[in-house]
C-alpha cells in the first residue's frame, strides 16, 4: 500500500509556473514508476508525464514536451512536477500516480495501482 499527498496546485496567470509536490508514504517508494495525469471538467483523465522507479527515464505527453519537467527524490519520497509557460488550458485536477510495475512505464491511467486525491491548477488567461 502506498498513500500519496500532493501539494503546490493554485491560481497562476498565463505564462506562469507552478511546481507540484507528491509525498509518498508506505511501501518502498524507489519500487514504483510514477506518473503526473490530469482531468478537466467534463474530460477523461490524461497523462501528462511519468518516471522510472530509477528516475533516468522520463515521459511526456506531446503538449507537456518542453513545459513541463518530472523529477524525483527516492531519498525524499517525493515526486515533482514543474510547470512552465502554463496555459489556460492545463487548468485540471492533477493526480500523482504510483505502478509497481517496474518494467513498463505507462502513459495512460492503466497501471497506475495508487493515486492521490489531487490538487487544482487553474490558469487564466
Known amino acids: 500500500q502506498v498513500q500519496l499527498i500532493e501539494s503546490g496546485g493554485g491560481l497562476v496567470q498565463a505564462g506562469g509556473s507552478l511546481r507540484l509536490s507528491c509525498a509518498a508514504s508506505?511501501?518502498?517508494?524507489?519500487?514504483?514508476?510514477m506518473g503526473w495525469l490530469r482531468q478537466a471538467p467534463g474530460k477523461e483523465r490524461e497523462f501528462v508525464a511519468a518516471i522510472r522507479w530509477i528516475g533516468t527515464s522520463t515521459y511526456y505527453a506531446d503538449s507537456m514536451k518542453g513545459r513541463f519537467t518530472i523529477s524525483r527524490d527516492n531519498a525524499k519520497s517525493t515526486v515533482y512536477l514543474q510547470m512552465d509557460s502554463l496555459k489556460p488550458e492545463d487548468t485540471a485536477v492533477y493526480y500523482c500516480a504510483a505502478s509497481p510495475h517496474a518494467s513498463t512505464v505507462y502513459t495512460n491511467r492503466v497501471g497506475y495501482l495508487y493515486w492521490g486525491q489531487g490538487t487544482q491548477v487553474t490558469v487564466s488567461s
Open positions: 508506505g511501501r518502498a517508494f524507489s519500487n514504483y514508476n
